[in-house]
Structures are given as structure tokens and as C-alpha cells.
């Protein structure tokens, strides 16, 4: 009845009908709402992390930035130019049960980037507002409360509906990045006119380190703790389908697409590298190192805090609203993207309860869980940040493996070797940060665990619906059942393996005699298992006369319950005729066969075809009949 296979891993999903697209650069806006609002609290972290020398670690940033997070997702927007990113690209290159399983643990860690996004956004827009001095004293202090209504007032929003405007972000992130432009210009300026500062800071950094050599060895250390300055490419992915292309582009060859999206990444990249750099050169300059610690003036604003120094509480109040309104729209994106990605692979591996696709009980497990993250990190900025480090760099990681296996997979030795020496800095990078700062890990762990208990719980709850989408009948399957020698269609399941005559033979007088049946009253049926991971597939039934006088109907699927129930259900509305199929019990222990079928898709087939049946048509008179012996 079953004989398995193996088959090529699938595809990633194709997008959906055509979107409405826009200009690349338009695009590249709305995912600069999570990567260009990171300078509301990036100089601030990048100067506690790494002190004064926060411009030369943020320099190895940017050169990893530019020289491998660009070069891998460039190569990620090749393909994956349907908005899938690298995890898809991770499902299908490995496939089967370890390729799902490894999607679940990203799952884990792209949630926690997600989350995280939105709580420190939160908590960064509310450090923006308590310490503006326009604002009431009576919020002084009172940081987390201001963090947990802007969070309700996400939550609350997306109760309501929301749809991401990509002309809100345009307005956004074009005031917001000039308004930056200006404090950095100013403040350069400054520098220009003291140059003592800059005397101070060569003295402080020979004072502490010595050498050039020395403090290269440092920044090389400690930049890792930077990292979370390199959020945005999986977003700059996952938005490629509203990206505009060209007038020749299919949707299997958008080659418009692929390059306007690279150009978004690029151009992205570029313009956030020069803002970490100048930013980071006039924070450490121009600020003292106590004002950035907790509590300090700086803490968590650290360009607001130059903005009212010296551009005065006007243009400063502007640029805090500013702020806050653009971290408050990152939150909003980072929730929309985690309610297009949980739904996106969990109900396609039957992994998720019935609600998992709607979207206000998302919204509300996703906000408490914000209020709860923000309640262990106490709201603060500086403490969040390896947390959200932790999600980004797993990703990238991800990434930059994916390109690698698939430069391998096409037999590029250069790009193989390039692509995984970035895969190794990464990697790198990655468990330093997670050595200096475990949080993130802990709290991914925590999602991924949650993730994978109810991703098992939901899949065995889940096996036993009828879970073959359609059901297409050969004109030779056609023919064998329309020309059925008598009123009564019976099908005897045949567990087949090297399809020999004398196999049928066998087959036959077992079926005779255990089932009291005519020699030629009855078809074979045999399932060939494909990639039993899968949920749900198409079934073609294809059907064959073996050796001039065996009938038989074949096809291929993920589950031999799952098809022989489908087929039974489709047999009896095409023809007006209840089925009737065969079974012999098949040997071993109960539970070993039930494993069997949740993860190799056989098992115990009798009772679990039953039991499909049962479900799928309540109606005792119109189900199937199923035989056991």
C-alpha cells in the first residue's frame, strides 16, 4: 500500500495575486521605519558598549554591513523575489522534516526580533517623551507606564484594522532622516570649531589602549555589541512583492524586481552607514560618557539630547516627536510583519490552531507578551538591546548560510568560499553577543519551545483531518471504474514493494480468502509516500492494468491514510456509489504505528482511514465502508 520515496524538498509559496507596487525608493522607506529609527537609541548604546572607542567599533559595523549582511541579501533577493527571505530559502534547500523543524526554531528567533522591535521602540519613543521639557513633570519617571500605553495603543490600533501605508513611512522616515541630517551637521560643525574635543578623545583612547593596533583588537572585540544597528534587511526582503519592476516581468522571472530591490538594499545600506558613523563620531565627542548611563540625560536619546543642546527646545521637541512617531510606526511594522509571518508557515505545516489565522487573537497574545518583556527589561533601551541583537543576527546568520548552500548547490566554489566566510563572521559575531548579553537567547529559547510544543500539539490534533486540497482522476482511473464489473466498487490496499507479478499473485489469493472476494471484483489501490512533513497536498490518481489483468490505481502523497480517505470520498461523488476498501492489520506495536503515521505518513492505516473518514463526512450513510482482516 505505501512505498516512500524521496522526493525533492518543495518550493517555497509563490506571492499571491499582484499587488499594488511602488518605486523602490518608496519601498525602501517603509522598511527604514525599523532600520532608520535605530538611531533614536543606537550612538547611545554603541557609547556604553564600546565607550570612546564607539566610532571604530561602529566602523567594523558598517564594513560588515556593507561587505557581508549587503552582499548576502542581495543575493537573497535573487532567490527568494517573492518576499519569502532566507528562511524559506533554508525550507527548501533542506527539506523534509529537519528543514520544518530548523523553520520553527527561526520562527522563534525572528519572533523575538519582531517583539523585541516593538517593545524598545516603545520604550525608546517613551524615553523621547518624559524627558522632553515641554512635557508635564508629572511623567517624569514614569517611563514604563508611558512604554505600556504606547504599546495598548499599538495593539488597540491593530484590533481595529491596519493596513501599512507606505506614504505615512515616506513622510516619516524623510523628516525624521532630515531632521537627523541637521543635528549631525550642526554638531560636526562644532567638532570643527572645537578641535579640542577631538584632542581629548585621541588622549582618552591612547590613555586606555595604548596602541592603533591596540584599539583595532578592541573594536574587533567589542562591535558585536553593536550589532543591532544592522536591523532591516529581512524587512528590505520581505517587502520585495510591492516593489516596482519592469513592464517584462512574470512572476517566475521578476527581473525588474531583483534589481530594484537591490538598489533598496544598497541605497539603504549606504545611507544608515553614514548616519551610524557621523552619529557616533559626535556622540562620543560631544557628550560626556556619564550622560549615557542609565537614568542619564542621554540614556536611550542620545541625538536628542545634542538636538536640545544646541538647537534649542524647539527644533529639539520637533525632533523628539518625530522620533517618537517613527519608533511607534517601526512597533506597528514589526506587529505587521509578525501577522504575515506566523500564518505565512504555520497553517501550511498544519502546526497552528484554527485561530492562528485570524488576526485579533494575534494581536492579543502578541501585545501581552510585549507587556511582558517590557515588564522583565523594565523598559529600559541599553538592557533590550542584546535581546534584539540576538533576533537580528540570527537571521542575517540564517542568511548568509542559506547563500552559501545555495552557491554551493550551483556548484560556485568562489561564492561558496566568500558566502561562508561571512556565514563564519556572523557566526561569530552571533555568539559573542550572545556570551556577553544571554538575554536574547533566553527569551528566543523561550519562544522557540513555545512554538515547537504547539506546533506538535496542533499537527497530531491535525493529522486526522481529510487534508488532500483536490483530487484529479486519469482518463485510465476514469475508465477502471467506470467499467467496473459489478454495482459495488471495492478496493483492495495494497502495501506494495517490488510490484512483481508474483506480488500480485500473493495479494490475491490473500484478498480471496480473508475477504471472501471474487477473483476480478475488486481494483488495487497503492500510495507512494512523498515528503511526509507536508500538510496538505494535490492527489493525482493515475490508472494502471498491471501485467494484462491487474487493476490498479496509483498515486503519490505525504500521508497513506490521508490519500486513501480522499480518494474513498471522491470515488463515491463522482460515481453515486458508498466504496468499499480492504484492509489487512498491520503488525507492531499500537504506538510505534501511530508515531509512524504522524511522522512517516503510514502506520496503522485501517483505523486512521476510518477515523479521516469519520471526521470528514459525519453522515453514516453516505461514508465509505472500511474492512479490516
Known amino acids: 500500500m505505501k512505498h516512500v520515496e524521496t522526493a525533492p524538498a518543495p518550493s517555497a509559496p509563490e506571492s499571491g495575486p499582484a499587488e499594488r ?25 554603541a557609547a556604553i558598549a564600546a565607550g570612546l572607542l564607539s566610532p571604530l567599533a561602529t566602523i567594523v559595523l558598517v564594513a560588515l554591513t556593507l561587505l557581508g549582511a549587503l552582499p548576502v541579501y542581495r543575493r537573497v533577493a535573487e532567490a527568494s523575489p517573492h518576499g519569502q527571505g532566507s528562511i524559506a530559502m533554508l525550507e527548501h534547500l533542506l527539506g523534509r522534516w529537519g528543514g520544518k523543524v530548523f523553520v520553527l526554531v527561526l520562527l522563534g528567533f525572528a519572533v523575538t526580533d519582531f517583539v523585541i522591535t516593538m517593545t524598545l521602540s516603545a520604550a525608546d519613543g517613551a524615553t523621547h517623551l518624559v524627558q522632553n521639557p515641554h512635557v508635564p513633570s508629572v511623567l517624569a519617571g514614569h517611563q514604563a507606564w508611558a512604554t505600556y500605553a504606547l504599546l ?44 579640542a574635543v577631538i584632542g581629548d578623545w585621541r588622549h582618552g583612547l591612547t590613555t586606555s589602549h595604548g596602541s592603533v593596533l591596540a584599539m583595532v583588537g578592541v573594536s574587533l572585540i567589542v562591535f558585536p555589541k553593536l550589532a543591532l544597528g544592522m536591523s532591516g534587511f529581512e524587512t528590505g526582503v ?35 552607514s553614514l548616519y551610524l558613523v557621523t552619529s557616533s563620531i559626535v556622540c562620543t565627542l560631544l557628550i560626556p560618557q556619564s550622560a549615557f548611563e542609565p537614568g542619564g540625560a542621554a540614556d536611550g536619546r542620545a541625538l536628542a539630547y ?10 529639539g521637541t520637533v525632533y523628539d516627536v518625530s522620533t517618537l512617531l517613527i519608533l511607534w510606526f517601526a512597533g506597528a511594522s514589526a506587529m505587521a510583519g509578525l501577522l504575515n509571518l506566523i500564518p505565512r508557515y504555520l497553517p501550511r505545516y498544519g502546526m497552528s490552531p484554527q485561530w492562528a489565522g485570524a488576526t485579533r487573537p494575534l494581536v492579543v497574545i502578541i501585545t501581552a507578551i510585549a507587556f511582558l518583556i517590557t ?51 556572523f557566526v561569530y559575531t552571533l555568539v559573542n553577543n550572545c556570551i556577553e548579553r544571554p538575554d536574547g537567547l533566553k527569551i528566543a529559547a523561550c519562544f522557540i519551545a513555545a512554538i515547537l510544543i504547539v506546533s506538535a500539539i496542533s499537527r497530531t490534533y491535525r493529522a486526522f483531518e481529510l487534508r488532500i486540497t483536490d483530487v484529479e482522476l486519469d482518463d485510465a482511473a476514469l475508465h477502471l471504474l467506470r467499467h467496473h464489473p459489478s454495482n459495488t466498487i471495492r478496493l483492495v490496499a495494497n502495501e506494495h514493494g517490488d510490484l512483481n507479478e508474483a506480488e500480485y499473485r500473493a495479494k490475491v489469493v490473500e484478498a480471496c480468502a480473508d475477504n471472501h472476494l471474487q477473483r476480478e471484483d475488486w481494483l488495487f489501490v497503492e500510495v507512494t509516500v512523498t515528503d511526509p512533513s507536508e500538510f496538505s497536498a494535490r492527489l ?43 484492509f489487512a492489520w498491520t503488525e507492531g506495536n499500537p504506538l510505534r504505528n501511530a508515531l ?11 483505523p486512521i482511514t476510518r477515523e479521516i473518514l469519520r471526521r470528514a463526512e459525519p453522515d453514516r450513510d453516505r461514508r465509505p465502508h472500511v474492512h479490516v482482516s
Request: net charge positive.
Open 540 to 582: 493525482e490518481v493515475h490508472g494502471v492494468t498491471a501485467y494484462g489483468k491487474h487493476r490498479v490505481l496509483r498515486m503519490r502523497a505525504p500521508s497513506v491514510p490521508n490519500a486513501l480517505a480522499a480518494l474513498l470520498l471522491h470515488i463515491r461523488d463522482v460515481t453515486g456509489l458508498r466504496p468499499h476498501i480492504y
Open 596 to 606: 509512524r503515521f504522524l511522522f512517516l505518513g503510514e502506520g496503522e492505516i485501517a
Open 21 to 45: 507596487t511602488s518605486p523602490w525608493w518608496r519601498v525602501m522607506c517603509l522598511t527604514g521605519v525599523d532600520y532608520f529609527s535605530s538611531l533614536g537609541y543606537q550612538p547611545g548604546i
Open 375 to 425: 515588564a522583565i527589561f523594565h523598559a529600559s533601551v541599553s538592557a533590550q538591546g542584546g535581546a534584539y541583537a540576538t533576533g537580528v543576527l540570527v537571521l542575517m546568520t540564517s542568511a548568509a548560510v542559506a547563500v552559501t548552500l545555495e552557491a554551493r548547490r550551483r556548484r560556485q566554489r568562489v561564492g561558496t568560499v566568500v558566502f561562508g566566510l561571512i556565514a563564519l563572521v
Open 152 to 195: 495598548a495603543l499599538l495593539g488597540a490600533v491593530f484590533l481595529r484594522g491596519f493596513t501599512e501605508a507606505i506614504g505615512i513611512a515616506v513622510t516619516l522616515v524623510s523628516v525624521y532622516l532630515t531632521l537627523n541630517a541637521v543635528v549631525i551637521v550642526v554638531c560636526l560643525a562644532k567638532v570643527a570649531s572645537h578641535t
Open 238 to 272: 520581505a517587502v520585495m512583492p510591492q516593489v516596482r519592476g519592469d513592464a517584462e516581468d512574470t512572476e517566475a522571472h521578476p527581473v525588474g524586481r531583483i534589481r530594484n530591490t537591490r538598489r533598496l538594499l544598497t541605497t539603504a545600506a549606504l545611507i544608515m
Open 306 to 315: 545634542l538636538a536640545h543642546l544646541y538647537l534649542g527646545s524647539g527644533f
